[in-house]
């Protein structure tokens, strides 16, 4: 838009830069990488805020976009229950969303994409014998996420023996193990091949 020109990729960009920096895109934003209602509110009861409503989720500018966690972000490296904590309520200390609500757009990094894959892959494998077993809830507590997990996780159990004869920690061994992941994965093969 120089010399009073105006032309519509100078109007786009003037356009989007506005938009950019206003609340409505991060809605837009949250909305279209959400599969589930990401703008969840909860009230805040302290002090002079008592009975104003707060966004319950963050959002962190990295990247040229909006995202729902920093660019530090790190996958809790945890045992398979803790992350199905997480994959299903998220973080309200740190203001994460529930991790199923994350996109690989959402990653900072090539690594992190993978875990995030990883992570998907196992508690997908969860939320859909808990949705056969008809115990299905979309936005549970902890407690009703532990009685979830409960139902499902026994399409995470992996031998306790491994092929070389040591003892393997089960269900308490951290998801982020390559060889939890590995195991689950082979489980699965050769159950189909059977």
Known sequence: MTAGTVTRDGLEAMINGCLENSALY??????????????Q??????????????????????????????????FPNSCS???????????????????????????????MRKRLSDLRYLMQLVEKRVEEQGKWIANPSIEQSNEMFEVGKDVLDISVVSEKGRKRRGLQMKWTSTSMVTQVRNKRKSHRTS
């Not at 991060?26 to 703008?39: F, M, R, W």
């Not at 904590?85 to 990094?109: A, E, H, I, T, V």
Request: proline share 10%; net charge positive; with cysteine.
């Open 26 to 39: 991060q809605l837009v934003l949250t909305l279209k990488n959400s599969p589930t209602p990401a703008i």
């Open 41 to 74: 509110q909860e009230e805040t009861l302290t002090g002079d805020e008592a009975g104003t409503m707060t966004p319950m989720w963050g959002s962190h500018r990295w990247g040229g976009r909006i995202h729902p966690v920093p660019q530090d972000f790190t």
């Open 81 to 111: 229950q803790i992350a199905w904590q997480y994959w299903m309520c998220g973080d309200r200390q740190k203001r994460y969303p529930p991790l199923r609500n994350l996109s690989r757009d959402d990653m900072p990094s090539k690594n």
